[in-house]
């Protein structure tokens, strides 16, 4: 097998170093139904900082095996040093988690016990990126997880500069569940007429000139829909998820379990359903009846881990 081993000595504590910003969502209701054993062969289709993977670590010793993928090179670099105290042979991989089976084979690893996906940002990649996911900051209209596109890649500039004002609403709409789908859309196409919307800033004054404001108490920006639902078709984020779970059932030994933590009703409909197939094949069954969702204390100490939703199925 392939090695890439990161060891030095044992820690004792979940958390991430200081310097972190990202806070890992459902922690300890991840290692419980996980049910991970020393040993493990684990799979994190989506590493980020490592925050998960610190605690999968600690969980599966130094005889287990920790596969690593993310997309944003920046993510596995700070990975790679928050999990340089583990004695668990770490193998972490740049790519998208719709293609673990080719970082799988690479790496000589037929089969795996354990498998994790985390549709969430990370509060590195929504805040210090540079690259355009949250309208808070002013930056350029990208929105891919790679650090750096590669030539012909989709940005979110291409999406909101070209595409047809009927392709934006239907995006809009469908991707981020925004009823002023159309509005905003026609906005769009009249705003870029005067030129290029290249930034953040110039893509929320326009939405906010048309949508009725939905700040206040539990109410959200009017841009906010939007913007996820142009991220989601930069990344093919919907149709990645469908082909990521597919893959890794596949690649899951008998008795091997995955969890998947979902951020919104469309990522969490595609688990929810995808389960569901599962079991009525026979070969499956589902280990959490109803999605297990933050305590309120997360939830006050991670204003993000809200809207999380962690569904887990285990192979028979």
Same mark, same amino acid.
């Given at each position: 097998?392939?090695?890439?081993?990161?060891?030095?000595?044992?820690?004792?504590?979940?958390?991430?170093?200081?310097?972190?910003?990202?806070?890992?969502?459902?922690?300890?209701?991840?290692?419980?139904?996980?049910?991970?054993?020393?040993?493990?062969?684990?799979?994190?289709?989506?590493?980020?900082?490592?925050?998960?993977?610190?605690?999968?670590?600690?969980?599966?010793?130094?005889?287990?095996?920790?596969?690593?993928?993310?997309?944003?090179?920046?993510?596995?670099?700070?990975?790679?040093?928050?999990?340089?105290?583990?004695?668990?042979?770490?193998?972490?991989?740049?790519?998208?988690?719709?293609?673990?089976?080719?970082?799988?084979?690479?790496?000589?690893?037929?089969?795996?016990?354990?498998?994790?996906?985390?549709?969430?940002?990370?509060?590195?990649?929504?805040?210090?990126?540079?690259?355009?996911?949250?309208?808070?900051?002013?930056?350029?209209?990208?929105?891919?997880?790679?650090?750096?596109?590669?030539?012909?890649?989709?940005?979110?500039?291409?999406?909101?500069?070209?595409?047809?004002?009927?392709?934006?609403?239907? &995006?809009?709409?469908?991707?981020? #569940? =925004?009823?002023?789908?159309? *509005?905003?859309? %026609? /906005?769009?196409?009249? !705003?870029?007429? +005067?030129?290029?919307?290249?930034?953040?800033?110039?893509?929320?004054?326009?939405?906010?000139?048309?949508?009725?404001?939905?700040?206040?108490?539990?109410?959200?920006?009017?841009?906010?829909?939007?913007?996820?639902?142009?991220?989601?078709?930069?990344?093919?984020?919907?149709?990645?998820?469908?082909?990521?779970?597919?893959?890794?059932?596949?690649?899951?030994?008998?008795?091997?379990?995955?969890?998947?933590?979902?951020?919104?009703?469309?990522?969490?409909?595609?688990?929810?359903?995808?389960?569901?197939?599962?079991?009525?094949?026979?070969?499956?069954?589902?280990?959490?009846?109803?999605? &297990?969702?933050?305590?309120?204390? #997360? =939830?006050?100490?991670?204003? *993000?881990?809200? %809207? /999380?939703?962690?569904? !887990?199925?285990? +192979?028979?």
């Amino acid at each position: 097998m392939q090695k890439k081993l990161i060891e030095n000595t044992e820690f004792t504590s979940y958390q991430l170093p200081a310097t972190s910003h990202h806070v890992p969502v459902l922690l300890k209701e991840v290692i419980e139904v996980l049910d991970l054993k020393k040993g493990d062969t684990v799979l994190d289709c989506t590493i980020n900082d490592g925050g998960h993977a610190l605690a999968v670590c600690q969980a599966i010793g130094e005889k287990g095996l920790l596969v690593g993928i993310d997309e944003d090179k920046g993510a596995l670099e700070r990975a790679r040093n928050n999990l340089a105290l583990c004695k668990t042979e770490i193998i972490l991989e740049e790519s998208n988690f719709r293609n673990l089976d080719l970082v799988l084979e690479k790496s000589d690893v037929s089969g795996v016990d354990k498998i994790l996906f985390d549709f969430g940002l990370s509060s590195n990649q929504l805040e210090t990126s540079g690259r355009g996911f949250s309208f808070q900051n002013d930056e350029p209209l990208l929105m891919t997880f790679a650090v750096i596109p590669k030539i012909g890649q989709l940005t979110a500039l291409e999406v909101v500069n070209s595409w047809s004002e009927e392709d934006l609403s239907d &995006i809009i709409r469908e991707y981020g #569940e =925004e009823r002023f789908s159309r *509005r905003i859309a %026609s /906005a769009i196409v009249e !705003a870029r007429k +005067k030129g290029l919307i290249g930034t953040t800033a110039e893509l929320k004054k326009i939405i906010e000139k048309v949508v009725p404001s939905r700040l206040g108490k539990g109410k959200i920006h009017p841009a906010t829909r939007t913007f996820q639902a142009i991220r989601i078709a930069v990344n093919d984020e919907l149709e990645a998820i469908r082909e990521g779970l597919g893959k890794a059932t596949k690649k899951l030994n008998p008795g091997g379990r995955i969890a998947a933590i979902s951020f919104h009703s469309l990522e969490d409909r595609i688990v929810k359903q995808y389960w569901r197939e599962l079991t009525e094949s026979g070969k499956f069954r589902i280990v959490t009846k109803k999605p &297990i969702t933050p305590s309120r204390e #997360e =939830e006050i100490a991670n204003p *993000r881990s809200r %809207s /999380a939703k962690l569904r !887990a199925i285990e +192979k028979i």
